[in-house]
């Protein structure tokens, strides 16, 4: 029963800004894979970006074997950054208004020509210190939140689900223990 | 490679949409806070695994590279464990991973430089010693 309070009390403390939301961003993140897939039949992923982009710069072997892939890399990667500017000028900044979006309390918002933005309040030590450990494991583990997360789990791929388990009950840990340290944002 | 930037500009506004180029909601997911991120994973992954299970019968090949159609499939080792792992502490500690981190440049967070700026040196440090290990021990089996 929908209608059940005990149900919705539940729904509401697990979901405190729903799901719709994840789920629309979710349907087109998976929707941005596809469009690529049928196109090309490549299963895009984004971590290789951060390899095959040091192949311009280095000549180290382990980089030029991405060589061949890393021109569309730069593609996608600039479409991500694209596309996630083209929320920030539209739902974000007010011009396309959807009960779905919230300006929520975390970060901060700040405007540039008309444009809202937004800024975190995670720490810059997290954040580069976190982000040479997701260099080195994404890169390591095979693949990240795209490649495994979104197709080598739509691919049912065991790999990828030992994979997702893996970082995922990990993370938890790390966040869960960064955040009884005392550590916020 | 238009098609390769539109598909990439619906990912960063997906992305974007759902919240999750924000590190504080992807960190909050992971102190039990708000449980809605497994929506974006598992929706995305449903919308992905759909066409990984019909485009093969539709076509036998894409129509821009000449590609067949074929399932994400990564031989399993060690390697996923361990890099996974590795990932994990990373994502937990900053709450950014790497699709994510370009989107959320890509809504003004000119903080998250530092993120990639960490990823980079990151995929940097473990290229130079696999080069390094596989260049001293010829016999190695090509890693991934």
């Not at chain 1, 800024?119 to 490649?147: E, H, M, N």
Request: glycine share 14%.
């Amino acid at each position: 029963m929908v209608s059940d309070p005990l149900v919705l009390q539940l729904a509401a403390e697990l979901f405190p800004n729903g799901v719709s939301r994840y789920a629309v961003g979710g349907l087109l993140v998976g929707l941005g894979a596809v469009v690529i897939y049928v196109g090309t039949g490549i299963p895009a992923g984004a971590s290789t970006f951060l390899e095959s982009t040091l192949s311009y710069a280095s000549d180290q072997s382990r980089f030029q074997q991405y060589v061949s892939s890393r021109d569309w890399r730069v593609v996608f990667t600039f479409g991500i950054i694209l596309g996630a500017t083209l929320f920030a000028a539209t739902v974000q900044s007010g011009l396309v208004t959807t009960s779905l979006y919230e300006a929520g309390t975390t970060g901060q918002l700040y405007e540039v020509g008309g444009v809202t933005l937004w800024l975190t309040d995670v720490q810059p030590w997290r954040l580069f210190a976190g982000g040479i450990l997701v260099g080195i494991g994404t890169r390591v583990g095979k693949g990240c939140t795209s490649g495994h997360g979104v197709c080598g789990v739509g691919s049912a791929s065991r790999t990828s689900l030992v994979g997702v388990a893996t970082f995922l009950l990990v993370a938890i840990g790390t966040a869960q223990l960064v955040a009884a340290l005392g550590v916020s944002p | 490679m238009p098609l390769i930037l539109i598909g990439g500009i619906i990912f960063g506004f997906g992305l974007g949409f759902s919240q999750m180029a924000r590190p504080e909601v992807v960190l909050n997911f992971l102190q039990f806070d708000d449980f809605g991120l497994v929506f974006v994973m598992f929706g995305a992954a449903i919308v992905t695994g759909i066409a990984f299970a019909v485009m093969p019968r539709l076509r036998s090949a894409a129509p821009l590279t000449g590609d067949r159609y074929e399932r994400r499939l990564k031989p399993f080792d060690r390697n996923v464990l361990v890099g996974g792992a590795i990932f994990g502490v990373g994502w937990g500690l900053s709450g950014i991973c790497p699709g994510a981190a370009y989107a959320s440049l890509g809504v003004g967070n000119v903080t998250i430089l530092w993120a990639l700026a960490g990823m980079f040196v990151g995929a940097y440090i473990q290229g130079y010693w696999r080069s390094y290990a596989a260049n001293s021990s010829p016999t190695a089996t090509r890693a991934d």
